[in-house]
């Protein structure tokens, strides 16, 4: 579907950040706060459309995030005459591809346009009078979801209490030692009910002896996909060894770059496409992606793991592609992503329900803005 083109006059920051009481382990370090960075593009017209910025570890990268945005891209944008969402993810990386060589900030200025990206499709959706995933032609605003996230100290509890919540669908953080992933896959095995299933994901903790080894052992136990069990970088043999061990091998969050994905389509190993769109891509590169993996009878299932405005985008998104994704929420206390837009409804038969408003459909609140603002 065409999309209007937008005329844009202001970009403002604001970045959110929260101190945790109880510290998040993860295989590549400790989290001591959720952060992270909105972006906010006002048209000609005074309308406002909101994007995030994937900045949450480093905690406190959002700050140099937000001054990419004001100095370097946001005029960039607002300079423009006019703006078209779908094409301006790609024509803001090529403009900025020199700088990225320069500087060596290839992560963080791809994050950057992604969140600005996804503030100009909530603006286009605003203007249009259409949710944006029915402006990036998808036809349903419901899409299954699944509670993401579960650490490693007692994950069963956490399944119990996401079953609770509705969730049908469960990924369990390994990568803290053989013996204590294969107990934790175990207990999560044990806690599903009728119908659900888990997923495991290493965050990029292993090397290609050791995830293959991994793979063979989590089999019994029968996770629907085993997330980046290698460094991102890892070789094409290395993906083709570890997908060989069995498990569907799902990765995306650390790719960028549509030849990316095209090549672990190509080279057979990458099972579950994962882009996000606040890090990479936007919403048009997202969907490129998963256009890809549908034409490879591959699995489609944008990342996410931040604030409540990054989540919707992730829904449209996934809602926009079709297949038989799944949206990953976070199931780790985040006020940035219960609280920021207001309540988010409650799951229906294991969904995430998509409001039918115009744009992104959420604007976050001033309230929760100037409790968790840090100065940029
Ligand atoms: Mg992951």
Not at 31 to 36: C, E, F, I, N, P
Not at 71 to 92: F, K
Not at 114 to 140: H, I, T
Request: glycine share 12%.
């Amino acid at each position: 579907m065409s999309a209007p083109a937008i005329d844009l006059r202001a970009v403002e920051t604001v970045a959110l950040s929260i101190p945790l009481a109880e510290p998040l382990p993860t295989s590549f370090g400790v989290m001591d706060a959720r952060s992270t960075l909105l972006v906010g593009l006002t048209d000609a017209d005074g309308r406002v459309g909101w994007g995030e910025v994937w900045c949450n570890f480093p905690t406190f990268g959002a700050l140099h995030r937000a001054r990419l945005v004001q100095r370097i891209v946001g005029p960039l944008l607002v300079e423009a005459p006019s703006v078209d969402p779908w094409t301006i993810g790609a024509t803001l990386s090529s403009r900025l591809a020199t700088l990225a060589l320069q500087t060596g900030e290839f992560g963080p200025l791809a994050q950057v346009i992604g969140g600005l990206e996804m503030a100009v499709w909530d603006l286009a959706g605003q203007v249009a009078g259409e949710p944006c995933y029915r402006l990036l032609g998808g036809l349903e605003g419901r899409v299954p979801a699944y509670a993401s996230g579960i650490n490693p100290t007692d994950p069963a509890a956490t399944v119990r209490a996401s079953q609770a919540e509705g969730y049908r669908a469960f990924k369990l953080k390994v990568g803290f030692g053989r013996e204590r992933d294969l107990a934790n896959a175990a207990a999560v095995a044990g806690a599903l009910r009728p119908g659900e299933c888990f997923m495991v994901d290493a965050n990029q903790a292993w090397d290609a002896a050791t995830a293959t080894a991994m793979s063979e052992a989590l089999r019994e136990h029968r996770p629907v996909w085993l997330e980046e069990p290698l460094p991102a970088d890892a070789p094409a043999a290395d993906w083709q060894r570890v997908a060989g061990a069995g498990l569907p091998v799902a990765a995306g969050e650390n790719m960028r770059g549509l030849p990316a994905f095209q090549a672990g389509l190509e080279e057979g190993w990458l099972a579950v496409a994962q882009p996000d769109a606040g890090k990479w891509g936007g919403l048009a590169g997202g969907l490129e992606v998963a256009r890809l993996a549908f034409a490879a009878g591959r699995r489609f299932c944008p990342h996410h793991l931040g604030g409540a405005v990054g989540l919707h985008a992730a829904a449209h998104l996934l809602a926009a592609a079709g297949g038989d994704g799944v949206l990953e929420i976070d199931s780790n206390d985040n006020a940035l992503r219960t609280e920021l837009v207001g309540p988010l409804p409650a799951l229906q038969d294991g969904c995430f329900v998509l409001p039918e408003r115009p744009g992104l459909g959420v604007a976050p609140d001033p309230a929760v803005i100037d409790a968790y603002r840090v100065p940029t």
